[in-house]
């Protein structure tokens, strides 16, 4: 099976040598060849066959938007990962890139932590090519776990196959709402404004959101969602009040948990199933708060197995019914395809077609 092919972007030697180097480090891609600026990317691609683009946001002449544009328009079957430089100048441009079709991103390493950050990029990357080279060789997805996670022996078994049991069993339908919790990563910040688009400004329910994204990019991102759609979209703050009709988002860096009151409590603690913010934190801590309540828990598009233990911590307090993405419009279908094969899933549903169903379920329209 032949490597991944990739092209670096960047207008930094420096930087074009050192996310060259995460890249081989992977063993599934090498770097084909490298350009400093989007005009001489956009030769490269007319001269060579590429799998992959790593593309820097800022750089003179053609930036990383204007560039990513335009290899969508003519190469859409590349796969382009940001290379983003942090702060919220970079992650507003970046947010608006995953918005143009970006894959997903990878923050530059600082001198400050490099050996840290190094290893960061090189297990997210290979994380990314391996889903990107079994999409290519193969043409299903199947799943991808972060390191530490453990790789059940059924993965690679059609997803007709036989879901495990759960109890207490899940209701038939739920109708009406009290909470509607979300969980996505890579691929969904594209899939939570098409979910959002379809919410009206008359819908009455709190949502709760886990996107995996570092910090000063989840505050971007929900004032995009705020701006973009009908619903009041926050970033969560320490004692916030959950309240009907607004989404919060758990900030970059911090694990999101519902207190008895029903207020927002932020943590610094480890990361869980190598993230944080964790579905998994906010999920089993929406299980206490609303035990006996009715939840609707739905899983969007993203890489390991975050959201499923949580899942099951609902299922077992709650009234809990959960809507997972489908894989055909998953970008990556990890996330979703765990809580299923866990026997989670009351529904798999179709990125188009998810908002509508929040909608009837929590207008009690089952």
Known sequence: MDKLKVLVVDDSLVYRKIISKAVEKTNIAVVDCTASSGITALERLQQ????????DVFMPEMDGIETLKEIKKKYNHIH??????????????TVEA?????????????????????????????????????????????????????????????LSRKRARVLPPSPTTLCGVDIVVMASSTGG??????????????????????????PDFTRIFAGFLDKKTRIQVKE??????????????????????VNADFTISLSDEAPVNGVKP????????????????????VILTGMGSDGTEGLKALKRAC????ITQSEESSVIYGMPRSAYEAGLSDERVDLKDIGRRIIEISRGRC
């Open 48 to 55: 060579r066959e590429i799998d992959i683009v790593l593309l």
């Open 80 to 93: 382009v990962i940001m290379i983003s430089s942090g702060g919220m100048d970079g992650a507003k441009i």
């Open 98 to 158: 995953l918005r143009q079709g970006a894959m997903d991103f990878i923050i530059k390493p600082t001198n400050g932590n490099l050996e840290y950050n190094m290893d960061i990029i090189n297990r997210h990357l290979n994380l990314l090519f391996s889903q990107i080279l079994i999409d290519k060789y193969v043409g299903t997805r199947q799943p991808i776990h972060p390191p530490g996670e453990n790789k059940k022996t059924d993965d690679t078994f059609p």
């Open 189 to 214: 910040p594209n899939a939570v404004e098409e979910v959002c688009k379809e919410l009206g400004s008359d819908f009455s329910k709190p949502i709760l959101l886990v996107q995996h994204m570092p």
């Open 236 to 257: 969560a703050q320490e004692g916030d009040k959950i309240l009907g009709g607004r989404m919060l988002i758990a900030p970059g860096g911090y694990h999101m948990k």
């Open 278 to 297: 964790a579905a998994d934190v906010l999920f089993k801590s929406v299980a206490k708060a609303y035990a006996g309540k009715r939840v609707l828990a």
């Open 319 to 322: 009234q809990c019914y959960s």
